[in-house]
């Protein structure tokens, strides 16, 4: 492949905001090669579409190497990569916190670093200047007395995109995207929904078009690099 055809990697691609942010790309006739962890049924729809599904546990020590070797097989260049690969996990379901520090710590944050680490000579491969994106979290602003290590392990990835960003300048521009709630889950209750949507004094469920024309403007800019894209509804007014 080409420089010139260079695909988007994204990781967390089989759902929610990063499926949002693949078909979108797909439609655009934009390369995409994307990492999942669950085979749902949306792979094969996907694949079917022309993107590259790589399934990837972040848990296991090998995987970076083996996304790595992977991803080479495929291309020798990358336009993009978009960090979307997260985990909502909070202190009230997992009682060892040691454990939940280190597994949000390393799919937030280790994980992010070792494959920019790992993938930078193909982004620099790329004819263009090229992006890293990291989606962060809107509580990185303020903590989140239910979300402690997810919290602070968002802020770490918001931290290294600035570190990142003088690192890769100017071949590689690295910007983040900080959204609160984008789209509620199926499971979620009307209480739940109504508490939330109080929260910001835009009131509404944005949808995951908000983080799509939030990443396409960061990726048609060639001057921003080492910033922060909020989508948070006007949470920080309350």
């Known amino acids: 492949m080409s420089p010139a055809a260079a695909p988007i990697?994204?990781?967390?691609g089989a759902q929610r905001i990063g499926l949002a942010l693949v078909k979108?790309?797909?439609?655009?006739?934009?390369?995409?090669?994307?990492?999942?962890?669950?085979?749902h049924q949306v792979i094969d729809e996907l694949a079917s579409l022309g993107a590259i599904c790589i399934k990837a546990d972040f848990d296991e020590p090998e995987a970076i190497?083996?996304?790595?070797?992977?991803?080479?097989?495929?291309?020798?260049?990358?336009?993009?990569?978009?960090h979307n690969a997260s985990s909502w996990d909070c202190e009230a379901n997992n009682p060892d916190f040691s454990a939940l520090f280190d597994n949000m710590m390393r799919i937030h944050a280790k994980v992010p670093y070792l494959i920019n680490h790992a993938l930078s000579d193909l982004l620099t491969a790329n004819n263009n200047v090229s992006?890293?994106?990291?989606?962060?979290?809107y509580v990185v602003e303020?903590?989140?007395?239910?979300?402690?290590?997810?919290?602070?392990?968002?802020?770490?990835?918001d931290n290294l995109t600035r570190s990142f960003a003088a690192k890769f300048a100017p071949n590689i521009k690295v910007n983040s995207v900080a959204p609160s709630l984008i789209i509620f889950n199926q499971d979620d209750s009307d209480e739940y929904k109504a508490k939330t949507l109080k929260k910001s004094i835009m009131g509404i469920e944005p949808g995951s078009k908000e983080v799509i024309n939030s990443v396409d403007m960061?990726?048609?800019s060639n001057y921003m690099t080492g910033r922060t894209v909020q989508i948070d509804g006007g949470r920080h007014l309350r």
């Open 9 to 12: 990697l994204i990781t967390g």
């Open 24 to 39: 979108h790309f797909l439609a655009k006739q934009q390369a995409v090669i994307l990492t999942y962890r669950t085979k």
């Open 65 to 82: 190497t083996q996304l790595n070797n992977q991803i080479r097989a495929h291309t020798d260049a990358l336009s993009a990569i978009i």
């Open 131 to 137: 992006d890293v994106i990291h989606i962060t979290d």
């Open 142 to 157: 303020k903590g989140s007395p239910k979300h402690i290590a997810y919290a602070a392990s968002k802020a770490a990835l």
């Open 218 to 220: 960061i990726l048609s």
